[in-house]
């Protein structure tokens, strides 16, 4: 049996600001597991859809029951597709771990969307996907990923929050030192 998790959270930001977070949400005080992370491809399609595609470096800690076999922490490639329709104020993302796929293969599908009614709110939709393929284990890795991730995602979620906190001070602080050029 293949484990998911699903989830709807509202931001308190525009599409702008939370598109853009996300894409810089890294480094942030509450998310150190990344250690690095590279832009594969980034273009405008003719329709006027960003599309990327990047890759980033992880960690974390593995469960005492498969570290006999995997050792004590686990780095993972992630690759990250997304693409925005600014039209439709739309963004959707795919991340899936590239390596360790045998021990546990995650994915994550992702849509931001305006809500609606009111431009200033973001939607978030999250479901995640936990497939382990190691015989003999299979339940026990996959409900491990399964908790493991239902307690980071309040990390990820203030970590957003932090990057739109951020813009917005900064925001606030060039509008003040640049009334002149405004008005």
């Avoid at 739309?90 to 360790?100: F, K, L, Q, V």
């Amino acid at each position: 049996m293949v484990l998911h998790f699903e989830s709807v959270h509202t931001f308190d930001h525009d599409f702008a600001t939370a598109t853009t977070a996300y894409y810089n949400r890294y480094p942030n005080p509450y998310t150190n597991n990344v250690q690095c992370m590279d832009m594969l491809d980034c273009h405008v399609d003719s329709d006027g859809c960003l599309w990327t595609t990047r890759m980033m470096k992880k960690t974390g800690r593995l469960p005492k029951f498969i570290k006999p076999i995997l050792g004590n922490s686990l780095s993972s490639w992630v690759i990250e597709k997304s693409v925005i329709n600014p039209e439709t104020q739309t963004m959707w993302s795919y991340t899936a771990n590239m390596d360790h796929r045998k021990f546990i293969k995650v994915e994550e599908y992702v849509k931001y969307r305006v809500v609606d009614g009111n431009s200033g709110q973001t939607t978030v939709n999250s479901k995640v996907i936990f497939l382990s393929n190691l015989i003999g284990l299979k339940q026990k890795v996959e409900q491990w990923s399964h908790n493991k991730f239902t307690q980071n995602i309040k990390n990820s979620r203030e970590g957003m929050m932090y990057v739109m906190n951020s813009f917005k001070e900064k925001r606030e602080l060039w509008m003040k030192n640049n009334q002149s050029l405004i008005t």
